[in-house]
Every structure is written in C-alpha cells, then in structure tokens.
C-alpha cells in the first residue's frame, strides 16, 4: 500500500501540472487511494458533489494521468464518503500508509509557527509559545494561552509540537484535548482489569516531557477529572517537564475549576489571544492563499477580511467558499463578484450612483419601452434581445454581480450566455456610436432619479 500511495504522489504530481491550482487543489488533492485491488484503482473524494464534478469534467485528465503511471489497463472507481464506508465494511483493505503515518504525529503539519501570522493581536501569546518551543521546561511553566472561538489557540499549541518534534526528537509530547483526557481516565477506570489500565494512564501521561491539554475549560464540571489531572500536573511540573494548557477563558472564569488547581494555572504565564485587526486579516487570508495555492485579487481579499473580523476561522471558510465558487464557474482567479456570491448579498448590492438591480432593469425598460417580463423572459427578437444584452452589460459593469447570480435574474440564465452579452456590449461601445449613447443615456436616468 505504501508503493501505491507512493505512485499516486506521482500522479499528482502530473495532474498538479496540467490542470489549474484551484482544480487542482479543489478535486484532485483530497482524493485518497483506498484500496488497488483487481487492476482497479479506487478512489475516496470528501463528498459526492466533488465525485460528480470529477467523473463530469476531469476523469479523463484523472485516466490519463493513472494510465502513465499504473500502465494503461488500469480502472479507476471513485467513491463517496458513503460509498467509502461501505466498500471498507465489504473489503477491510490494509491501513494506508498514510493512515500510519496520521497516527504517528498527532500534529498537522499546516499549523506551524511559519504559518501563524503575527499581529499586535496575538504576538505576546506567539513569543511566549516560541520561548516554550525553544525551551521546554525552562521558560514559563505551565504556559496558559486563553482566546475566544477560532482565534488560534489550537494552531499554536500545533505548532509548539511540530517545533519539539523536529528540534528535539527524543522527547515524548503528549497532545491531547480535555475531552480526550477525561474519556481516557474515565476509561481507564471502567475496565475489568483495573489496576493494569489505571497504571497504562499514569503512565502514559506522566511519562512525557511535554503535555498539551487542549481546551480545558471542559474540565469544570469534571470533579474527579480535576483531582487526576491535579495529580498528573504536580508530578510533571515537579520533574520540570513542560505543560501547556489553552482555554477559551482564563482560569478565574472558569466556573466550579478547584481553587488549588486554578492556583496551579496561574503559577506559569497566562497569555490571551485577541481578535486580528484589518491588517493581520489581511495577512492571514495572503498566508492562506499561498499555503492552500489559492489565486484571488487584493480587492476581493480586503472585502473578505472587511466583513469578518472576529473569527479566524470563519475567515478561512469564507476564502476557501469563495475559491471554490470560482472555481465551479471556470475562472482561475477569485474576484470581488465571487465574494459577493459567497456572501449571498446579491440583491441588495448598490453602485455608488446608489441604482441597483432592478432600478437598472426598470430604466432600461423604460428607455427602449419594453417590459420587464420580456427582459428577462425567452423572447428572441432584436427589440428586446439588444436591450436585455445592455441591461446585462451594465449590471455587471456597475455592480459587479457575478455572472451566476445575473443568469438567475434573467429567467436562469447560463452564466456563459450572460458573459457573452456582457463581452458583445462591452466590444460595441467601443465601435458603434448608437450603442454608447444608448448606455450613457440610460446611466443619466439612473443618476438622475
Ligand atoms: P481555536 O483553537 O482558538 O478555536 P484554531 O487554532 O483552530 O482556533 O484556529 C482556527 C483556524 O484559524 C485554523 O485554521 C488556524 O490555522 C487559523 N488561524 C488562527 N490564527 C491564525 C494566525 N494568527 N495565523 C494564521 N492562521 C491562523
Ligand atoms: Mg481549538
């Protein structure tokens, strides 16, 4: 399985060059192999959205490239999360190598401290993970880091276990969430042989150099929970082995948190993480687009980190939400009209003269004296299909709509149809004098009233 998944990296590597960055890392990257069974190479996708737009538009760069790879005779079957659960029920294929690989390190690779950016938000908090990655045990112990809902607290502690890891291989990190904490001692007391697993997890927990807990605001209504983990603190922290502990408060706010181990939080440094300001979302969408290969214009990204400025989280969904759409409509590059798409504010858009969608199709109705049924209806005649052309034209011009939502106002309109207006306008202004007057004289019956 390891050789196959080895191939597969070959064949990813020959799709990453022949198809865009966006195709390639919306379609081909999530692919997973699962199984290479009877000459047929099979195939996991993250939904059946992304099988149907692969097996549509991209199965025969898939096939080609599989076929210089595995040799021409080889199948592919691609399956959806669904069918991915049943086929492993029916064949239980060998763990893949990167399944073993997953265990092995339980950080992703993604939050490291070259991908955390570091604003006045958040660079005290990032100075101090630093100074515990560099010395662990040594600096601020334990290092308390407390922050709202996605701003970064899980990607720092990430990144303080990839630092160790690389720097400082021989030392034993544990990561784990509070949750998983409690479920393992909780676990640990429920079995038949009692003693034996109560001992695997005092072991496994006060073995280690380094202990993360996640999230330990869980932990408050957890009494017993508390005492062990009192407990497993004590030990470590007597040895000098370094804990690092995050919260989405800070330990005074943690309501029914045992006074003695509060006391213990507050014996190290407790840093808080604050919301990015304008600039460092900017820069955390950059980092993004340059980690994820993403292609989107300054405009659109201001426009994302403008409308979001709380969660970090949220940012990044909306930006890979964005990409995407982009993507499915053809285009390389993500821009402002994808934005708006993404943020579902189609309608209410104004241009700074203030018209909006309808105000323009009502002018143009007006000028040529047409309805506005027939505008956005099937009629073909060159009386209405000119004007429907020009009203097309300067929505997109003033609004910046994107070609999707322009087709669903004109009766569902294909996107490519309402490009192609939209480009025969465009070209006529240039040429034909009738069409430039027809366009500023219905622009100065919007302005005007
Ligand atoms: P939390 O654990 O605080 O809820 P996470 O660490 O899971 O938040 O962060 C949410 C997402 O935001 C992650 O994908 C993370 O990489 C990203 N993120 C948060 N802060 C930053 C930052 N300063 N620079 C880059 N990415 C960040
Ligand atoms: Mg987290």
Known sequence: MQEINKLWNIVLEKLELSVSNVSFVMWFKPLKVVDMANDTLVLSTKSTFAKNQI????????????????GENIDIEILDPQEEAQYIAKNKPTKTALDVEANKNPFNPK???NNYVVGKC???????????????????NPLFIYGGVGLGKTHLL????????????NLKIKYVTCEQFTNDYIESLGSTSKAKTYSEFRDKYRSCDVLMVD???????????????????????QYGKQIIISSDRPPKEIETLEERLRSRFTMGLIQDLQSPDFETRVAILRKKCQIEKYSITDKALSYIADKIDSN?????GMLSKVCFLSNLVGKTTA???????????KYEERNEGGANTEQIISAVCEYFDISRSDIVGKKKSKEIVEPRMIAIYMISEMLELPLVTIGKIFGGRDHTTIMHARDKITDEIKHNRKTQTFVSEIKKMLTSG
């Not at 970090?312 to 990044?316: A, H, K, N, Q």
């Not at 821009?335 to 504010?345: H, I, M, P, R, T």
């Open 335 to 345: 821009d402002l009209a994808d934005v708006k798409e993404a943020f579902n504010d």
């Open 55 to 70: 097996l549509k538009n991209y199965f025969d760069k898939l096939k080609s490239a599989t076929g210089d790879v595995f």
């Open 158 to 169: 990430h990144a303080i276990g990839n630092y160790i890891r690389s720097a400082s291989p």
């Open 312 to 316: 970090v989280r949220e940012l990044e």
């Open 111 to 113: 939050y490291t401290f």
């Open 122 to 140: 958040n660079q005290t908090a990032y100075a101090a993970a630093r100074a515990v990655a560099e010395n662990p045990g040594k600096n601020f």
């Open 215 to 237: 999230d330990i605001q869980f932990i408050s209504k957890k009494t017993s929970t508390q005492e062990e983990f009192f407990n497993t603190f004590n030990d470590l922290h």
